[in-house]
Every structure is written in C-alpha cells, then in structure tokens.
C-alpha cells in the first residue's frame, strides 16, 4: 500500500468519527436558551423591586397631604384618613 493511500484512508477515518461531537451543540444551545432566560428573570426581578420601592415611597405621601389638609385636627394623620374616607 503506497503511502498517500494510507493518509488518505486515516483521513477518511478521521472524518468520519462523529465521537463527542454533540458537546458542542449542546454547549451553543445551553447558551442560547439560558442566556436570555436569566437576563428575563433578572429584569423581571429589577422591576418588581422598582415597583415594591416605589409604592414605599408613594405611601406616606397621602398622609402627609392629608394631615396638612386637616390640621385644624391637631394634625393626626389617621384621623385625616378616616376623615378623607369617609
């Protein structure tokens, strides 16, 4: 057998071996669905604490306006709540 016959033949082989060529497919898939899935958590999670620090500083805001409203009542803010409820 001469021997460009044999390189040829060795190179057939080792063409032909698909061994461990599923990693990488897997690897490049991983990436692609768990990639966006964790920056989607990761902004879901940013705007529900934008949300939860928001209405934080929103809360005492209404009290603060009401008790100045009524503060001919000694300027108690539950009674300014109940006052503007009712």
């Given at each position: 057998m001469p021997t460009t016959e044999r390189r040829k033949q060795r190179a057939a082989r080792f063409l032909s071996d698909t061994?461990?060529?599923?990693?990488?497919y897997v690897t490049?898939?991983?990436v692609v669905i768990v990639g966006p899935s964790v920056l989607a958590l990761d902004g879901g999670r940013y705007m529900?604490?934008?949300t939860q620090l928001q209405k934080g500083a929103d809360a005492p805001a209404p009290c603060r306006t009401?008790?100045?409203?009524?503060?001919?009542?000694?300027?108690s803010c539950d009674l300014a709540?109940?006052?503007?409820?009712?």
């Open positions: 061994t461990g060529s599923i990693l990488p490049l898939v991983l529900s604490l934008q009401l008790a100045f409203d009524f503060s001919s009542w000694a300027g709540i109940l006052r503007y409820r009712a």
